[in-house]
């Protein structure tokens, strides 16, 4: 049984059902997803439309900070893509995306996806990966020595500009002393924004 720090819990450390990580946070009319894989989004995005349309809020957040990854494309089919269209979101102040040491592969590429694609502001710590690299692992076991061997197979390039970091637009680095009494400095930042 885990033992957390934090009491009561941030938002983004309480339990999300992959079916339903959005929730619509009313007084600060906004609708936060907490996405903890680039995986089966197509229930997620379809919940996080219905949100959007039936309370329109002011402000919009993805949460990518504890996303390890999965599959880029249905990040920018089913979060990006539906973002983009919509004119009441897509603007500068009303879509964020939360980032931070934990945003990895699919993720990390989502979020560099959503500073080029979007006017999502990305909110947080720099992202612990660099987008432009070699990804698409295989592997392979060495006769002899039964050692695993992993390598790489596709270069990407996610980034442009001379510093190969996913670095935000608004840096907040969370405290430990916020953090033990459950707040989330990035997310409250957020919603103060007018």
């Known amino acids: 049984m885990w033992v957390y720090a934090a009491s009561p819990r941030p938002l983004a450390e309480q339990y999300v059902d992959s079916s339903t990580p959005c929730t619509y946070l009313q007084p600060d009319r906004t609708v936060y997803c907490n996405i903890k894989m680039i ?49 009441s979101i897509n603007r500068k102040g009303h879509l964020f995306v939360l980032i931070g040491s934990g945003t990895f592969s699919a993720a990390m590429s989502n979020a560099s996806q959503f500073r080029t694609m979007t006017q999502a502001v990305l909110v947080g710590e720099p992202i612990g990966e660099r987008p432009n690299t070699y990804q698409e692992p295989r592997e392979f076991t060495l006769p002899n020595s039964r050692w695993v061997v992993r390598y790489s197979t596709r270069f990407y390039k996610f980034a442009t500009g001379t510093e190969n970091v996913i670095a935000p637009d608004k840096q907040i680095e969370q405290s430990w002393a916020d953090y033990k009494v459950g707040r989330d400095d990035a997310l409250e930042w957020i919603v103060a924004q007018k």
């Open 39 to 87: 995986l089966q989004l197509e229930k997620p995005s379809q919940q996080m439309l219905e949100l959007i349309h039936q309370e329109h809020p002011e402000k919009v957040v993805i949460d990518l900070r504890q996303n390890g990854g999965g599959d880029y494309n249905l990040g920018l089919q089913y979060l990006i893509r539906p973002l983009q269209q919509d004119a």
